[in-house]
């Protein structure tokens, strides 16, 4: 199998790893923009070669793992340069803009939609670790456009890797993965954002942040590169996540403001079930 890989980072460097683990035999041609991504990529033995659009006609599969912005422009193009017989698969955390550049494309039946809900806040070729996707979800999106037995050999990677799959149309993918996902990057963003301004000294942050904090800010260590392109694709979902959320906070603040503790106290434990749903969610290996 000769696979392509676009985009040399977090998500297409263990989405490499873990197919080389499965099929040592596997031929791996990496593309990305950034040669030093390459150069990385090649030193950790990720890829096998540096390759461009000219080597997709030789590809089986093709995983694009670039920011959103960049998919909606590439993929025609990836679409243009590949065999009839090979699946072309993204990573993008938004669906409904990447389907609409690629609806009435020739070889739509090549393209897999997809939405692997994996990652970490570390970025490039020395981010990428084995097992990123194991337990976790893959949302497709509007699998019934793409040909069956291309659908199949995706698939078969998919259960290889031990993922989950889930099926959902583009426009109820990107409203529920505002609220789950886009919005706590935002709030981790902004938390971050608070601290820095309100404390200047940097050693006071470094030592006085517990636990809490660290993990509550871990995602402010995300990609701006990536996620920029991704509010602005789901701009009306997420916006429509930030006023309930923001909502949820004066309703806090005044509940403090009037000293309504037993609400408070009421607001949180309501909120405690949070647990019991999240017992279903596997921890990210590292």
Not at 92 to 117: D, M, Q, W, Y
Not at 202 to 217: C, M
Request: glycine letters at 6%; proline letters at 3%.
């Amino acid at each position: 199998m000769q696979l392509v890989v676009i985009g040399i980072g977090l998500i297409g460097g263990s989405f490499a790893k873990d197919v080389k683990k499965l099929h040592p035999d596997t031929h791996i041609v990496g593309i990305d923009k950034n040669e030093s991504h390459l150069d990385e990529a090649l030193e950790l033995g990720i890829i096998d070669q540096k390759g461009g659009y000219d080597t997709l006609a030789s590809a089986d599969v093709v995983y694009v793992s670039i920011p959103v912005n960049a998919l909606t422009e590439e993929l025609p193009k990836i679409l243009d340069a590949v065999d009839d017989d090979a699946v072309v698969m993204d990573a993008g955390s938004t669906k409904g803009l990447i389907c609409e550049a690629v609806k009435n494309h020739p070889k739509r039946r090549n393209f897999l939609a997809c939405h692997p809900i994996a990652g970490t806040e570390f970025s490039g070729p020395s981010a990428a670790i084995n097992g990123l996707y194991e337990g976790k979800t893959n949302i497709i999106c509007e699998v019934e456009k793409t040909a069956f037995k291309l659908q199949e050999r995706a698939l078969e990677l998919f259960q290889e890797l031990k993922m989950r799959i889930r099926y959902m149309n583009p426009q109820a993918h990107d409203k529920h993965i505002a609220y789950v996902s886009h919005l706590s990057h935002i709030s981790s963003f902004m938390l971050g954002k608070t601290v820095i301004e309100k404390e200047k000294n940097e050693r006071d942050i470094f030592d006085l942040a517990g636990s809490g904090f660290e993990s509550t800010v871990r995602l402010a260590k995300s990609s701006p590169d990536m996620w920029t392109p991704i509010f602005e694709q789901n701009k009306e979902n997420v916006v429509e996540s930030l006023e309930e959320y923001i909502q949820n906070l004066e309703t806090f603040k005044q509940l403090l403001l009037d000293n309504e503790f037993e609400d408070v106290h009421q607001e949180m434990n309501n909120t405690n079930r949070i647990k019991q749903i999240l017992k279903g969610i596997p921890l990210t290996k590292s």
